[in-house]
């Protein structure tokens, strides 16, 4: 009871603050009347605002969210990448949420440090910037020269952030089920899965020991490449509320002057292109926040990525399927993207292949048609995406979060070179990731692996069977009749192998019986 009394009261004040924002429109979505919405306002004593009257429904929303704290700024960004949830419009105007707050005082991130990691702040280092280089919603961080003479970052999680967001996104979880109990008809967007995923990278992104892991995993995947690096970590100096990581010495690729770099802003683009790819269909694990502002560029022209608090996974599975998708996109090949769709899943058997081919050439011919520099693979599959809807197709959240960071990454790439057309750059990485991991050969070895993995669990396997035959042997064998006439129907549809298979398995109870 007083847990619904307190989101009920915190409902109130989400509703009120949106009311004066002008942003009571989600509820119209969810079939509330216009007057109903206006009586509302009424309750809450909180008329429109002039200057939000001219705006989008999304800038209000935004604009809703930014004062509503940052669990819903959170919330606002990881709705900009579900448009089958929101729409386009609105998750492109939720893009813009941006998470910079004021600093909080360098005390208390001494305080936080030494609390952590058991040392006052003059023991771990030398030096410490007491004033912040850069804060955001969940953290901050600052500067500092460790006893060893390397200069470092550290991040720090904001005092009492734990609890804040714990509130507003528990929240986020009830009202998710009250959505999908009065919208039935959307639940194959599943929004409380879509809400709970959320809650779970914001748990991880408030644990920073996880973000030091992904940005070591993300180093190891790189290691000794020439153009692309990920800052070390320093373990010692890191725990669930601090990180430090080596200091980056580069400029942010938006402060970058374009034209003052010449010929070598074509060569970094492309290398920024080149380490996405790898990250995505190499090693299914890709950085999922690649905005201007993360992605740092030295004098040598290497690229430097920081802030792994969002990290994306694709699976084995997935990248091939995404692979055989992009290069049926490529080649013209509609009705494989459809039968890929079909066969992983994503759409339902009982729709028509041959409809969803239609479907998918009338999105990508249009945008193939495009001058090569606007070919965009990030609007490709937010188009595709919007017309699987027609298909019954259920939200993959994984994916949909691969489309919002090309998206980005896109973005990030034209604004040093324009010209860039990141689908010649991706086509042959994509091609080349296909003849080494399904051809006939990464087939056989696949089917190598899969012998293997079942010769190891063999042991097991019959020790298993041997378990079976002797509790047979001792308490007689007993065949439901449900099985039997299952069995039955098997054989009618002309399984004759199975016949076989129960008379072995019969034989062997009989022997162990003699025995």
């Not at 993300?218 to 200091?247: H, I, K, Q, Y």
């Not at 942010?252 to 790898?278: C, H, K, Q, S, Y």
């Amino acid at each position: 009871m007083f847990t619904g009394l307190r989101h009920f009261r915190r409902v109130v004040t989400v509703a009120r603050i949106l009311a004066r924002h002008d942003a009571l429109f989600p509820f119209e979505r969810l079939g509330v009347p216009k007057i109903v919405l206006g009586m509302l306002r009424l309750v809450l004593i909180a008329p429109r605002r002039r200057e939000f009257r001219r705006m989008r429904p999304g800038e209000r929303l935004t604009a809703a969210m930014t004062v509503l704290g940052p669990a819903f700024v959170k919330l606002g960004q990881a709705l900009s990448v579900r448009p089958d949830l929101v729409g386009d419009e609105l998750a492109d105007d939720l893009t813009s949420l941006q998470d910079d707050l004021p600093a909080f005082d360098g005390s208390d991130a001494r305080a936080a440090i030494a609390a952590e990691l058991g040392r006052p702040v003059d023991d771990l280092f030398t030096s410490f910037d007491d004033t912040a280089i850069a804060a955001a919603s969940i953290a901050q961080v600052h500067k500092a020269v460790t006893p060893d003479g390397d200069t470092v970052a550290i991040k720090v999680l904001r005092p009492g952030i734990e609890a804040a967001f714990a509130r507003d996104l528990e929240l986020a979880r009830w009202a998710a089920y009250r959505f999908e109990n009065l919208r039935p008809d959307l639940r194959r967007l599943r929004p409380v899965e879509a809400v709970n995923t959320i809650i779970r990278s914001v748990e991880i992104e408030m644990d920073l020991r996880f973000e030091a892991a992904a940005a070591d995993e993300l180093r190891e995947n790189f290691d000794g490449d020439p153009t692309f690096s990920v800052p070390a970590v320093d373990w010692l100096r890191t725990g669930r509320r601090v990180m430090t990581t080596a200091w980056i010495d580069a400029t942010p690729m938006n402060d970058l002057n374009a034209d003052a770099l010449g010929p070598d802003r074509e060569t970094i683009v492309a290398n920024f292109a080149r380490a996405f790819f790898l990250q995505v269909f190499r090693d299914g694990f890709f950085h999922a926040d690649l905005h201007p502002g993360n992605i740092f560029v030295d004098d040598d022209g290497v690229i430097h990525a920081v802030d792994f608090g969002i990290m994306g996974r694709l699976d084995r599975r997935t990248r091939q399927y995404l692979a055989e998708m992009l290069h049926g996109f490529l080649t013209g090949d509609y009705r494989r993207v459809a039968d890929v769709h079909i066969r992983a899943g994503y759409v339902p058997a009982d729709q028509s292949a041959d409809e969803f081919a239609q479907a998918a050439r009338s999105i990508a011919e249009p945008i193939l048609g495009l001058p090569l520099s606007e070919i965009s693979l990030a609007r490709l599959l937010a188009q595709l995406f919007t017309v699987t809807e027609k298909f019954q197709m259920q939200a993959q959240p994984q994916l949909l979060l691969l489309q919002k960071t090309m998206l980005v990454a896109e973005g990030a790439g034209r604004q040093l070179y324009p010209d860039i057309n990141m689908w010649e750059l991706a086509r042959p990485l994509i091609e080349d990731w296909m003849i080494e991991n399904m051809g006939p050969e990464a087939r056989m070895r696949e089917a190598a692996e899969d012998m293997l993995a079942t010769l190891e669990r063999l042991p097991q396997l019959i020790a298993d069977m041997e378990g079976s035959i002797g509790s047979a042997a001792r308490n007689g064998l007993k065949i439901d009749p449900a099985s039997l006439e299952s069995f039955a129907r098997g054989q009618r549809r002309g399984g004759s192998w199975r016949i076989w298979a129960f008379a072995a398995a019969a034989a062997v109870v009989a022997v162990a019986n003699f025995d």
